[in-house]
């Protein structure tokens, strides 16, 4: 089989096709021929070495696949050879075949692609968990959600949407602000300009009642500032991290040293709640995860999920699927043709 390597921390460069054995797969196991790998953001910090539950390198990353069940271990009954699926992996998944538990794996429905399958499990189930489960948005409910046009971005608007009556403001470079539009954002705001007094003026200075945000640093801080009374932050990611394409030592010391400070005293007094979500630490939760890949299906049946694919790029061409992502140049999903 054909694997993709972080051969050492650094930059796209860093990343090799290798060609190793298939595996067979133990009892209680499944393999499967991937068709679609999903990239994250996730897999860059790692590349660059900013991501500490990553493997040492060499190692191989991907957390979710689509593709096709090609052979069964011992003991498997619910699943069968030839099932067209998507799985969640705990790494490995940028590869042509990986081997995975049943638990964390769903038929997908005839009308669903695999390039729509890559897309959903880390991007929807994280946007679910947090607009479901963490902080739970109603109608009526207003959210400024950061980074919109990333592929959690626009898997969050495709939930709101479907909550429906919720008031979206949508941060992402003005180029994305159609695409925003029609997936259901109220207000586009451009995110190379300062946006706090922005906020402020579109919501009558009340603030927002969720802030979901992946940026880090100092738009914690901001955001947390812009709550409403009883309003939630969820900080899901620090892509602020990492601004270049290798790990940067003084710049990451200086968003360190942005965190804002939270403490229990300050949270009572303020009305306010922060939350955080790292999926990769939810492996072990697979009631929790089954039931959200679940309710993300049944979305897609209702006709309410249509993933937004940005690209699909071969394996062998790694690189420019590192670079696209990111250089946030990529609208929704970046994918791995993991056959090609």
């Known amino acids: 089989m054909r694997v993709l390597v972080n051969a050492r921390h ?100 005839a009308a669903m692609s695999f390039d729509a399958a890559a897309a959903i499990p880390v991007n929807y189930l994280t946007a679910l968990h947090m607009l479901r489960y963490v902080a739970p948005v109603q109608p009526g409910m207003s959210v400024l959600l950061q980074m919109a046009a990333g592929g959690v971005g626009l898997a969050a608007l495709e939930i709101l949407k ?69 309003g939630h932050l969820v900080c899901f990611g620090w892509a602020n991290m990492v601004p270049g394409t290798t790990r940067q030592p003084l710049h990451v010391a200086r968003e ?26 939810l492996w072990t939760e697979a009631k929790l995860m089954g039931g959200h890949l679940d309710a993300l299906l049944e979305l897609f049946s209702r006709g309410a999920l249509a993933p937004h694919v940005d690209s699909v790029i071969p394996l062998s061409d790694a690189k420019r699927a590192h670079e696209r992502l990111q250089s946030r140049a990529s609208v929704g999903k970046v994918l791995f043709d993991c056959q090609a």
């Open 256 to 281: 360190f040293l942005r965190l804002p400070l939270f403490n229990p005293m300050q949270l009572m007094s303020a009305n306010k709640a922060v939350s955080g979500v790292n999926l990769g630490h």
């Open 162 to 230: 479907a909550i429906g009556g919720v008031t979206v403001l949508a941060r992402a470079s003005t180029a994305k602000h159609a695409l925003l539009q029609q997936k259901g954002a109220t207000h586009c705001l451009d995110s190379r300009a300062p946006y706090v007094d922005e906020v402020r003026a579109l919501t009558g200075g009340r603030g927002v009642d969720r802030v979901i945000d992946a940026l880090g640093g100092a738009d914690w801080k901001r955001g947390y500032e812009l709550l409403a009374p009883a």
């Open 10 to 109: 650094g930059g796209p460069e860093v990343l090799v096709v290798e060609e190793r054995p298939t595996p067979t797969p133990p009892a209680g196991k499944v393999r499967l021929r991937v068709e679609r790998s999903g990239l994250n953001f996730a897999d860059v910090a790692a590349r660059v070495g900013l991501y500490p539950d990553a493997p040492k390198p060499p190692m191989v990353l991907g957390y979710e696949v689509a593709g096709v069940v090609d052979e069964v271990g011992q003991g498997v009954t619910e699943l069968a050879q030839g099932d067209r699926v998507l799985a969640l992996t705990h790494f490995g998944g940028h590869a042509s075949h990986v081997v995975v538990t049943p638990t964390l794996v769903r038929r997908i429905p």
